[in-house]
Structures are given as C-alpha cells and as structure tokens.
C-alpha cells in the first residue's frame, strides 16, 4: 500500500492538532432556518441539537441578504434561463449575460473604470498578486492580511516580501524605502476591514504614502485593497473602508460572499488592469466562473444595496447597540463601527467556555485563540447583521451577562 506511510504522517499530524486543541474539528449542520418573525431574526436549527434554535452571531452575510426572496427568485430565473452552472471557462464558451451586467454594476458602484468577477476573492488576490508581479516586485504587506494575501505573496514571482507590523504606517515607509533600487515596481497590499478585530486599514493614509513612492520606482508602486469584509457592510453607503477613509485603493477586491450575499468575488480597477487580468490571470483563465444564476442573484444584492441606507443604518444601530452592550457588562472590545465586533478574552481555556456557554444558551459565536491570532489576544468574534432585531441583541447580551455573573 504505497498510501500507508503516507497516510499515518497526516494522522500524527492530526493528533497534534487535536492534542493542542487547535483542530476545527467537526463542523455544525444546518438543518433548517427559521425564518425572521415579529420582533426577532432568523433562527438556525443545526444537526444532532434537537429542536435548539440558535442566534447566528457568526454570519458573514451582514446585510442578512442570503435569505431574501429577491435574490432567491432572480437566481433561480438566471438558472432556469442559462443553466445551473456556466459549463465552461470565461474565455471559452462560459460568460452569460449576468456576469457582463454584474460586472458593470460592480465598477459603476465602486466608481470604476472596469471590473471582473471572480471565483471568490480568495483566488481574486492570488491572481492579481500572481499576475502583476514579476521577479523584480516587492510584495508588502501589513501582517494581520487575511490567509489569501499570505499564500498569494507565496505564490507570486516577487523578488522581496515585507511584512510590517500591523497598521505600522511608520515601518511600511521605511520597508519601501528598502525596495528603492532593488525592485523595479512595488506592490502594497492591505485588508480593508481586518477580518479578526473589525478593524480597518487607513486607506487614505497608505495611498499618500504609495503616491510618495511611485516616483523612485521604474514601473511604479501599486495600492491593492482587499475590502472583503468591508465592502457592503461598512460605510454610510456600503461602499467600505475607502468611503470610511476617503482613500482609494488601485486595485479593489471585493467578496461577493459576505454582504453581498451569494458567492463568488471580483476585482475592480483602470480598464487596461481588468484586461490585462483577463488575458494573464491563470486563476480567472483555467477555472470555472461562478454561476449565471449566482452572477444574477449578485446584481439583485447591489440593487438593494443602493437602495439600502435604511439597511445600512440599522446594522449600524444593532452594532452600536450590541458594542455597547458589551462594554456596559464590562467586557472588553475594540471601538469601531464594523459589524465584526470581537470580545477581548486574552485566555484560551477561558474563550472555549465561553464559547461553550453561548452555544448552550442557543448562541453561535467563533472563538479565536492562538495561532490564528496572537497570545494574549484571543478573542470571540461577534458578527451583527442587518437581519438581527434589538431584542436579538438583547438575548445575547443576556447570555453574555449570566456567563460574566456565574
Ligand atoms: C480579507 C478577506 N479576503 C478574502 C476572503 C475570502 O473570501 P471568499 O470566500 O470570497 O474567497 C475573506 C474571507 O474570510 C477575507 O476575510
């Protein structure tokens, strides 16, 4: 059996991550959801938990827009029309109306010139890093970027990698003005929100610094933003971290699986940009686009997020309501209006109970403890949506209080 030595090392690994508790293990199935009543939002009823229903406070959908009819009925038009899957790559025979359409909405809401969909924004940042560097880049980034940013700066044909401590403005200028006459162009690449703490990345600021340095490299440097979690569910008008900051990215990338809804993501920038990704990203080229139905359900979300202040402003409402809520028990958090609201434990065995405590009480929340995020600082991630109602808030804040008095 050539697959046993094999086979026994990935175990060993495995009991090693189970031994130091660090293991996802196994996941919770949705059986059902309920869907939102008078006074209260959706409920998620999960395999082997009987008829529990559970607050999900650990949704990337923060806009709640997964469960609205309009998405539903425009994805099953789409499929009825074109077909469940698209049956081929882009360039071949795989590009339906829906994708063109959704890729214009996307660059006129982003105030582009261009735009692409893409599988998922994961394989959207490793394309783009992979496709605009050459052996003479420098690929800097600020080190709490999501894992996509990370394994993209792996892949990507740079000749420098920085990393700069995080929101450090200070280190990612003096990391730059290591690359001058080393690299012929550089790349900085930051997270819009930051996924973990609901924090954000000065936009604005950081462009300042990569117009100060365009100059003193040959091919330029370039701002890309990952603007996953921002995109939709930050900003008077959704338009993310660049409308809370004013500044504005080169290169955008955007999920079309957390705010928006569906699935599925997309890059936005100067025209020459999109169609040079077109013709050279091996991620957008040899692999499958997300589905016209999908595609269609997309452009029903960003409909209802131009129209959407009212949405907006109560997530807001609800994310103001729950972070205070939290402070007032006494807990500790990080200021900020990011529907990510994380709750500072600082202690692993700590969090796994309180974790516990909140699923026992019919919450569902995602502790982090280190490695994911540094010792010291691990944390449970909250996340509000726009489909929480304040007695929602309130019933969690409640659970919260008894765990703080036990
Ligand atoms: C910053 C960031 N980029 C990319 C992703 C991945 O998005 P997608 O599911 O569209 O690949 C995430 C999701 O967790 C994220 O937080």
Known sequence: MPLAKFVQDLETQLRELDNAGTAKGAESIVVKVLPAREGRGPRFVLEGEGDREFIRMNSNSYLGLTLRPELARA????AHAYGVGPGAVRFISGTYQPHVRLEAALAQFHARPAAMAAGSAYTAVAGVLFSLSTPETALISDELNHNCIVNGMKLARAKLRKIYPHL???ALQNQLEECVGQCDS?????????????????????????????????RGVVLVVDDSHGVGAFGATGRGTEEITGGRADVLV???GKAIGVNGGYICSDGSVIRYLREKN?????????????????????????NGARLLSHLREMTRRFRDGIKTLGYETIDGQHPVVPLL???????RALVRFLRESGVLATGLNYPVVPKGEQLIRFQVSADHT??????VLAVLSRFRSR
């Open 390 to 395: 304040a007695s929602d808030i309130d019933e």
């Open 282 to 306: 091996p991620f957008y080229i040899y692999s499958n686009p997300i589905a016209p139905g999908e595609a269609a359900a997309a452009l029903a979300a960003l409909e209802i997020i131009r």
């Open 186 to 218: 550089a790349i900085v690449i930051t997270d819009g929100v930051f996924s973990m703490r609901g924090d954000h990345a000065p936009v604005d600021r950081i462009q300042e610094i990569v117009a100060r340095f365009d100059g003193r490299f040959a």
């Open 168 to 170: 450090n403005l200070q």
């Open 345 to 351: 434990v600082r202690d692993t065995d700590r969090t």
């Open 75 to 78: 994805e099953e038009t789409a």
């Open 254 to 256: 955007g999920t079309l």
